[in-house]
Nanobody, 129 residues
Framework: QVQLVESGGGLVQAGGSLRLSCAAS????????MGWFRQAPGRGREFVAT????????AYADSVKGRFSISRDNFANTASLQMNSLRSEDTAIYYC??????????????????????WGRGTPVSVSS
């Protein structure tokens, strides 16, 4: 079992930046694929980014490529999402997700919610234009 707690959301003007963090409990963080998803008002949850155990491999949704960057610190048990050049369409609740321990990184699979077994409660991001 792992618990995930997101932080760092807030209100920002278009063009601005935010850094989201996800704190994970338990000793197995370094062997879990991590992901970020988001859900905008009135829409389904969508993939944002995923990162492998070591952090050497990442994948992004086309809509955020070049603007967002996912990273992790396996000593601190945290995953982060640096969001730059924010747009109004980035407004959403952002969720951190963790896969089952030992599950291999797969950039194709990592975009699917079914890859992940644990979810945080989300942190809201609102971008004003």
């Amino acid at each position: 079992q792992v618990q995930l707690v997101e932080s760092g959301g807030g209100l920002v003007q278009a063009g601005g930046s935010l850094r989201l963090s996800c704190a994970a409990s338990g000793p197995t963080f370094s062997r879990r694929v991590m992901g970020w998803f988001r859900q905008a008002p009135g829409r389904g949850r969508e993939f944002v980014a995923t990162i492998s155990w070591s952090g050497d491999n990442t994948a992004y949704a086309d809509s955020v490529k070049g603007r967002f960057s996912i990273s992790r610190d396996n000593f601190a048990n945290t995953a982060s999402l640096q969001m730059n050049s924010l747009r109004s369409e980035d407004t959403a609740i952002y969720y951190c997700a963790a896969a089952q321990v030992g599950r291999a990184y797969n950039p194709a699979g990592g975009v699917r919610e079914a890859m992940y077994d644990y979810w945080g409660r989300g942190t809201p991001v609102s971008v004003s234009s």
